[in-house]
Every structure is written in C-alpha cells, then in structure tokens.
C-alpha cells in the first residue's frame, strides 16, 4: 500500500465508521439511561412500600412524576414511620 491509498482507506472509515460509532454511543446511552430510570422507579415504589402507602397512593405519584394528569392527588399524605424494611441491603 502506498501514501494514497491509506490516506483514501482513512477517508472511507472516518466518512462511515464514525458515524456509526457514535450512532452505538448515543443507543447506549439512550438504553442506560432508561434502566436507570427504571430502577430509580423502582426504588421509589419499595421505599413507599416500606413507609406504608397504599397501592393508590403509589400509582398517584408514580403517575404524577410521568405527567398524567389526576384531578384529585392532594389527597397523598406524608410518609409515615417505617416499621420494617421492605427488603434487605
């Protein structure tokens, strides 16, 4: 292989492999960034769970956080005292 040709192969992988390169960047990080949210949900429902919520109240805020609209959400009390873990750290 002589200069020109490996400055041309250079050219061809830069044009089409980078792109693609960074078009898998951003799928992963879209796809961490869901299971992150997934799992920060999650979290949010055992930690009610263990503060002694109801199922209502659970699905009011969880669909609060998401942006749908309820018309009565006031009705959420504050946490209350933990009487026993819902799971093991």
């Known amino acids: 292989m ?3 040709e490996v400055v041309g192969l250079v050219a061809v992988v830069c044009t089409f492999g980078l792109p693609f390169l960074g078009l898998v960047f951003w799928m992963v ?3 961490a960034s869901a299971a992150w949210k ?3 949900e999650i979290h949010l429902k055992r930690d009610m769970v263990a503060r ?4 209502q109240e659970i699905v009011q805020v969880v669909a ?5 609209k309820f018309t009565n959400t006031t009705d959420v009390p504050p946490a209350k005292p933990v ?3 819902a799971y093991g750290h």
């Not at 609060?64 to 749908?68: E, L």
Request: aromatic residues 10%; hydrophobic residues 25%; without cysteine.
């Open 2 to 4: 002589n200069g020109h």
């Open 38 to 40: 997934v799992s920060q």
């Open 29 to 31: 990080l879209h796809y």
């Open 83 to 85: 009487k026993q873990p």
């Open 64 to 68: 609060a956080k998401k942006g749908a």
């Open 52 to 55: 002694g919520y109801t199922a």
